[in-house]
């Protein structure tokens, strides 16, 4: 327990030691895939965006790594009762385990919403779950033992809130044959922004969808932007406007409507992003 707490103290630090003797590391991406789409998805050609993504940031008293990668953490499943950090933990361990302390390995999910591991529901048999956690982790170390760090580097950060329309499904099973949506109250999502030099955290408070994420990284002014989605608070799935075509489980359980979510994160960020 003891050693948990210190965990949990040092991730909770990190923000304070960006503020702090800061050094940030040369951003670096490689490529993973351990993600495929939701079940009954209907895929309609939504390609997968399979980037790990790390960044270090150095003090006197440690080195943090932040490790952003798009899946959703459930290789365990819902049959699962022991409590575990499932994917995101076995990444975050291993990464540890191979740098050795006093390294933090902080965990950042991307853009998700519509991401799954190629392996779940795996109830109590914990070894894929740390098989999978290496293979992450082993493009984590070899992307980090590559980049070097600068002592020069700002810190700039902002937040905004937009609001969508909002929608509810008439209630029955799903998946199912047909469905109704109606109006429902307006939807608040959060947009953060954390720049570090050049490099942008671009945060949001919900389980974003694979293109949303994938038009942040190609409108960016900056090369090196991350999504950070269920970012301070949670606005449920929000997806591009082209998921809404299909009724798959994100869609039919978003609380926003076609037209906004897309739109308002992009926009939003970018213009966080061109402020000074």
Not at 19 to 34: E, G, K, N, P, R
Not at 125 to 142: S, T
Not at 177 to 202: K, N
Request: aromatic share 6%.
């Amino acid at each position: 327990m003891n050693r948990l707490i210190r965990k949990l103290a040092a991730c909770l630090g990190i923000a304070a030691l960006l503020l702090m003797q800061l050094a940030v590391s040369a951003y670096a991406i490689d490529a993973a895939s351990l993600t495929a789409h939701e079940v009954w998805r209907f895929d309609h050609d939504r390609s997968i965006f399979s980037e790990i993504c790390s960044s270090a940031y150095e003090a006197d008293d440690g080195q943090s790594v932040l490790v952003n990668y798009a899946v959703h953490g459930v290789m365990m499943g819902w049959r699962n009762h022991q409590i575990t950090a499932d994917l995101p933990g076995a990444t975050s361990r291993f990464v540890e385990q191979q740098l050795g302390d006093p390294l933090v390995a902080l965990w950042t999910s991307g853009a998700a919403g519509d991401q799954n591991p190629i392996w779940n529901d795996l109830d109590t048999d914990y070894q894929p779950v740390a098989a999978f956690g290496r293979i992450l982790g082993e493009e984590v170390v070899k992307v980090l033992r590559s980049i070097r760090t600068s002592e020069r580097g700002s810190v700039r950060a902002t937040q905004r809130v937009v609001t969508c329309p909002g929608q509810e499904v008439a209630p029955g099973p799903l998946p199912r044959a047909h469905y109704e949506f109606g109006d429902a109250d307006p939807v608040p999502i959060r947009l953060s922004l954390l720049m570090i030099g050049h490099t942008a955290l671009a945060g949001v408070s919900g389980e974003v969808l694979t293109r949303v994420g994938q038009r942040l990284k190609n409108e960016s002014p900056f090369a090196h932007t991350l999504m950070l989605t269920l970012c301070n608070g949670y606005s449920g799935y929000l997806p591009d406007d082209d998921a809404y075509q299909q009724i798959s489980y994100e869609i039919a359980t978003s609380h926003v409507k076609r037209g906004c979510a897309e739109g308002a994160i992009v926009d939003g960020l970018m213009d966080m992003m061109d402020q000074e």
